[in-house]
């Protein structure tokens, strides 16, 4: 076993610290990944705080890795030594079910393993001694099948929250259509809304972004958006009516759906990505346009592929501000406060050299 240097949460009410993990040596169809990046999610602190219930402590988040290879089991064939690798929201699954073999693998009918906050897997079942440890280390021991290679051309920071909010709003607009003369509208400017505007541009979408700030509109253009709503003026609803192809909504803030919806043309999709409160629906949105109201859960290996050779292929990356480990508490309070443009990436160098 390897011990390693982390950063961990030992309860829902601690701040994270200086932490010590074991990693196992590479198996045979395993890689051993030294971490250079690891973005900053905000489920991050969720599951710290057990906000969500159910987390497992001592944790030590992160799920937007980026790194270097540095060791590879005797069997594996798609990496070697020196190969600059991801890591995502998973790190196994049961591999035999439908939604495995479509390269569905989040969607694995006996469940993911993600990378922390879960458990290791024993064939269909997980072996619930062994719990999943993240990106907030120095090391990290992934089957093959389940590693990233990241394309020439993206900034390694800037690749880290491809591997969640990438895939987050990528699938959900290649699922729905999403194409050159699209209609897209954005809910929501932050860590994953900021990708959105950037992969739905690239994709030759005309996109409008969707914010109660009013002091968004300027990133929101810069970003690549075409047009601005205001939404805290309940006129934009009226105004904007039967306006869009596709809704990406992106806030977990609790907000009216059915204002919302009613943006939509006939055959509309909203997509939800946020996970906000139980929020009421009516069905009138829904009928009166033949809309649709769906969601969607970051995305496969082969998808989030693909995702990355996109936005090598078109210049996309995600807008950082990049933090010593010993920052991590106080990212986390700036993420709640909404402080953050667009998403907070720990230099792993910063925990190695403790």
């Given at each position: 076993?390897?011990?390693?240097?982390?950063?961990?949460?030992?309860?829902?009410?601690?701040?994270?610290?200086?932490?010590?993990?074991?990693?196992?040596e590479?198996?045979?169809?395993?890689?051993?990944?030294?971490?250079?990046?690891?973005?900053?999610?905000?489920?991050?602190?969720?599951?710290?705080?057990?906000?969500?219930?159910g987390?497992?402590?001592?944790?030590?988040?992160?799920?937007?890795?980026?790194?270097?290879?540095?060791?590879?089991?005797?069997?594996?064939?798609?990496y070697?030594?020196?190969?600059?690798?991801?890591?995502?929201?998973?790190?196994d699954?049961?591999?035999?079910?439908?939604?495995?073999?479509?390269?569905?693998?989040?969607?694995?009918?006996h469940?993911?393993?993600?990378?922390?906050?879960?458990?290791?897997?024993d064939?269909?079942?997980?072996?619930?001694?062994?719990?999943?440890?993240?990106g907030?280390?120095?090391?990290?021991?992934?089957?093959?099948?389940?590693?990233l290679?990241?394309?020439?051309?993206?900034?390694?920071?800037?690749?880290?929250?491809l591997?969640?909010?990438?895939?987050t709003?990528?699938?959900?607009?290649?699922?729905?259509?999403?194409k050159?003369?699209?209609?897209?509208?954005?809910?929501?400017?932050?860590?994953?809304?900021?990708?959105?505007?950037?992969l739905?541009?690239?994709?030759?979408?005309?996109?409008?972004v969707?914010?109660?700030?009013?002091?968004?509109?300027?990133?929101?253009?810069?970003?690549?958006?075409d047009?601005?709503?205001?939404?805290?003026?309940?006129?934009?609803?009226?105004?904007?009516?039967?306006?869009?192809?596709?809704?990406?909504?992106?806030?977990?803030?609790?907000?009216?759906?059915?204002?919302y919806?009613?943006?939509?043309?006939?055959?509309?999709?909203?997509?939800?990505?946020g996970?906000?409160?139980?929020?009421?629906l009516?069905?009138?949105?829904?009928?009166?346009?033949?809309?649709?109201?769906?969601?969607?859960?970051?995305g496969?290996?082969?998808?989030?592929?693909?995702?990355?050779?996109?936005?090598?292929?078109?210049?996309?990356?995600s807008?950082?501000?990049?933090?010593?480990?010993?920052q991590?508490?106080?990212?986390?309070?700036?993420?709640?406060?909404?402080?953050?443009?667009?998403?907070?990436?720990?230099?792993?160098?910063?925990?190695?050299?403790?």
């Amino acid at each position: 076993m390897l011990t390693t240097p982390a950063y961990a949460a030992a309860s829902a009410t601690s701040a994270l610290a200086l932490f010590s993990i074991e990693r196992r040596e590479p198996g045979p169809r395993e890689v051993l990944i030294d971490i250079l990046y690891c973005g900053v999610c905000h489920s991050d602190i969720h599951q710290a705080r057990d906000e969500w219930g159910g987390s497992i402590f001592p944790m030590v988040p992160g799920h937007e890795i980026v790194g270097r290879v540095a060791k590879a089991g005797h069997d594996v064939t798609k990496y070697k030594v020196g190969d600059v690798v991801g890591v995502g929201c998973f790190v196994d699954s049961c591999r035999q079910c439908g939604a495995c073999h479509a390269g569905e693998e989040q969607y694995c009918d006996h469940g993911m393993s993600g990378t922390y906050n879960s458990y290791e897997r024993d064939g269909l079942r997980s072996d619930r001694n062994r719990p999943t440890y993240g990106g907030y280390s120095t090391r990290i021991t992934v089957d093959e099948d389940y590693v990233l290679r990241i394309p020439p051309g993206i900034p390694l920071e800037r690749a880290a929250p491809l591997l969640c909010a990438g895939i987050t709003t990528y699938s959900p607009l290649r699922r729905f259509g999403v194409k050159a003369g699209s209609r897209v509208a954005v809910v929501g400017l932050g860590g994953l809304g900021h990708m959105g505007v950037k992969l739905a541009k690239a994709m030759g979408a005309e996109v409008t972004v969707l914010s109660h700030s009013p002091g968004k509109r300027e990133d929101a253009l810069r970003l690549g958006a075409d047009d601005f709503l205001a939404t805290r003026d309940p006129a934009v609803f009226k105004a904007n009516a039967g306006r869009f192809d596709l809704i990406l909504d992106t806030v977990s803030a609790q907000h009216d759906y059915n204002a919302y919806l009613g943006l939509l043309r006939l055959d509309g999709t909203m997509v939800l990505v946020g996970l906000p409160e139980p929020t009421p629906l009516a069905a009138g949105p829904l009928i009166m346009r033949r809309r649709r109201l769906a969601g969607s859960l970051i995305g496969g290996i082969r998808e989030t592929q693909e995702m990355l050779d996109f936005c090598a292929e078109h210049g996309v990356a995600s807008d950082v501000e990049v933090i010593d480990i010993a920052q991590i508490n106080e990212a986390y309070e700036r993420m709640i406060r909404g402080d953050v443009r667009y998403r907070f990436v720990v230099d792993i160098a910063t925990l190695r050299d403790r």
